[in-house]
């Protein structure tokens, strides 16, 4: 991180995030609660959505990727801007024992994947890019065994471009669902292009090319369309019969849950 980027942070956010980005970049800080959730991640194959992911990582702050069986991926696109252009096929290589199954598909439709395949579902950053939440989050937990955890992990409205919005209500996200609301939903555009902070995100350029690129969400995934907290992520883990077993918020810049399927 160069320095005038680091000072520029400063300014705008204060040192927390700084120190937490060295506690956990250069020091390789792993979450405290690692230890505890090992034993549901241990030996077991699982399915993660919109990754590869830097957090599971050897260095990361969360080092699952080392202790799997076996780790599946989910893309909805040959080409992302997250992972560039990847191949629907045995390529899901996170450095587990056995490499993986690379699935392009949206992730609210898993078709082609059994009922209770999966013994976890790992999300990192993921669902907030997703119009329908509860559908998705319905259909991951429909490939995950009895007992399976699930692991999300979104960001903190407060480090991000996010922070002038407020965080969704449950029942709107459950409004998305009844109505059935598609990828294409463009319900939230207005008060993203109102209250999205732009000088939080380098990669948006102007206003104009900011709304530009907003309107080709389909194509793109870029947008977040609703705000979480752990509130109401414990809200919607209770909704959808998810025992929460562990709940964090850190940095930098995360909010992060296990849960068990019942």
Known sequence: MKLSRIIKKVRRDGIRPISDYIKTNIFKTKT??????????RDKAGLEIGGPSMIFKPEGYIPLY????????CNFNNTTVWEGNIKEGMTYDVGARDVGIQYIRDSVDLNGIKDGTYDFILSSHSLEHIANPIKALKE???VLKKGGGILLILPDQKFTFDNKR????????????EKGATEEDLTHLEEILSLHDLSRDEDAGTEADFKARSLQNFNNRCLHHHVYDLSLLREIFSHLNVEVCFEETTSPYNHIIVGKKR
């Not at 080392?66 to 991926?73: C, E, H, P, S, V």
């Not at 407020?166 to 669902?177: A, G, R």
């Open 66 to 73: 080392t202790i799997l069986k076996q780790a599946d991926g």
């Open 166 to 177: 407020p965080v969704t209500e449950f029942s709107h996200l459950l409004m998305d669902y």
């Open 32 to 41: 405290p609660f690692f230890k505890q959730i090992k034993n549901q991640f």
């Open 140 to 142: 991951w937990l429909r």
